[in-house]
């Protein structure tokens, strides 16, 4: 649409081939492209002195963006191989390049543009700043060649063979002599829906991060890293410890490290996450994960156990940060189980028919509540924030659905009847269609069969 406006309005011939859309109808966006396209036209990108000829074998235009250590657009797609006129303008206020993967390189000064013609082959670009540290920081991005008009299936067939599902299952307790946990910030695109890949922040490169499985009176080491080639500052608060905010929660900054003890004083489930300012900010891109304290005698034994954390996602422009204006609001894009929308109902966690299933559900918000279901189950025990329903009751009561603030867990457990499929969902139902959906599959899935 905004591509269209830029066409009709300007009716410069230079601009009607970018390839690139705007999604968003951003107005302030607009208007830097607008200058941008002005300014361009004004000094002739295309040196005066090429023949119409030479400027009829240019397929379009192509603008990029360097923003602190990344590229705007950081993903551009062309509909044809050819030659394009690329147009690089550097926003910032330090020197940066841009080197093809074609050997073409162009520095560009502080507040400067350059430009250049560039070869695009069927198999596309790659492009990256040489500059030491600022390809690893994310100055980095492709131009891809999609010839179809089915980009959006492509793209999202391409990046969903990129994720493996979460894995749910609860890893064993950690023995007794190992109680050293090495968690890693990482800053690194992951899936978050089918076909939409957001620039996250998480403990070990995957969210939530990993489960940390211990038992009453355990003493846990915490060595929290923030690797170099990291740009931001961040931390871990334990909700399972208790220690002064104003000491092992402290932020550190990229290339720091810094040890956080504690014992499981109590059992339950636990949140843990990144307090580094804007909290909101850091848990919205996906920095939490889950603590299960077992008590000193351990749970009784069951068939299954899983691990399920509830979140939300709140996107920004693909492939860049998440949005922090949206996750002050209370309308998420995605609700999810383990960091990928409906990741469950393409990938069901499967089980065995009448056996008993445990789960550690968490909701790490940050912001919704969760209203946990399993369709087609009861469950026989909750434990929830200290709370026990317990199987052997006197009245025999059972639970539908564990209502969950933001960081609160619980332990569920209930059997499945028959062969079939168990949808898992938030019983808020206005987030089952933006991914808080997964399926059980008891036996070979299908009733008929039984
Ligand atoms: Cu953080």
Redesign the pocket.
């Known amino acids: 649409m905004n591509t269209l406006l830029l066409s009709s309005t300007i009716k410069n011939k230079q601009l009607q081939g970018i390839q690139h859309s705007i999604t968003k109808a951003n107005r302030y966006t607009l208007v830097v492209i607008l200058l941008l396209a002005i300014a361009l036209s004004a000094c002739q990108v295309i040196p005066s002195s090429e023949s119409e000829s030479d400027q009829a074998v240019i397929s379009g235009d192509l603008n990029i963006n360097i923003l602190a250590m990344s590229y705007s657009p950081s993903k551009l797609e062309v509909v044809k191989p050819g030659r394009y006129a690329v147009n690089v303008s550097n926003t910032t206020t330090i020197p940066h390049d841009i080197v093809f993967s074609n050997g073409i390189k162009l520095v560009v000064a502080p507040g400067q543009q350059a430009s250049t013609l560039l070869d695009i082959p069927d198999s596309g670009l790659g492009y990256s700043c040489s500059l030491p540290g600022h390809k690893d920081a994310g100055m980095f991005g492709t131009i891809t060649v999609n010839s179809e008009g089915h980009h959006a299936e492509r793209k999202a067939t391409e990046l969903l063979a990129n994720y493996s599902p979460y894995d749910p299952k609860v890893p064993a307790l950690l023995p007794f002599e190992t109680r050293d946990i090495y968690l890693r910030?990482e800053e690194k695109l992951n899936t978050v829906a089918k076909g939409v890949s957001q620039q996250l922040?998480t403990y070990n490169g995957k969210v939530p991060g990993p489960v940390i499985h211990v038992r009453l009176g355990d003493m846990v080491r915490i060595h929290l890293s923030n690797p170099a080639s990291n740009k931001?500052?961040?931390?871990v608060d334990f909700h399972s410890s208790q220690v002064a905010w104003n000491d092992e929660m402290t932020?550190i900054n990229p290339g720091e490290e810094k040890l956080y003890q504690w014992r499981a004083d109590y059992a339950g489930v636990w949140m843990y996450h990144?307090?580094?300012n804007p909290?909101l900010?850091?848990i919205a891109?996906g920095?939490y994960g889950m603590v299960i304290v077992e008590p000193r005698e351990g749970l009784p034994k069951v068939d299954h156990e899983f691990a399920l954390v509830q979140s939300e996602f709140y996107v920004g422009q693909e492939g860049h940060t998440t949005d922090l204006h949206k996750a002050s609001l209370h309308d998420p894009d995605y609700v999810v189980f383990n960091g990928v929308a409906n990741q469950y109902k393409d990938h069901p966690i499967e089980v065995g028919t009448g056996k008993k299933v445990r789960m550690y559900v968490l909701n790490a918000g940050p912001n919704e509540d969760s209203s946990f279901h399993v369709v087609g189950t009861i469950f026989s025990r909750v434990i929830k924030e200290g709370i026990e329903l317990t199987p052997e009751n006197k009245g025999h009561y059972g639970a539908q659905a564990v209502d969950l603030a933001p960081a609160q867990g619980a332990i569920i457990e209930f059997t499945t009847a028959e062969d079939g499929l168990y949808p898992m969902v938030t019983h808020a139902f206005n987030f089952v269609g933006k991914g808080a959906l997964g399926l059980i599959k008891a036996g070979d899935g299908d009733p008929k069969n039984d």
């Open positions: 910030a922040w931001l500052a961040h931390s932020s990144c307090g580094s909290a900010h850091h891109s920095m």
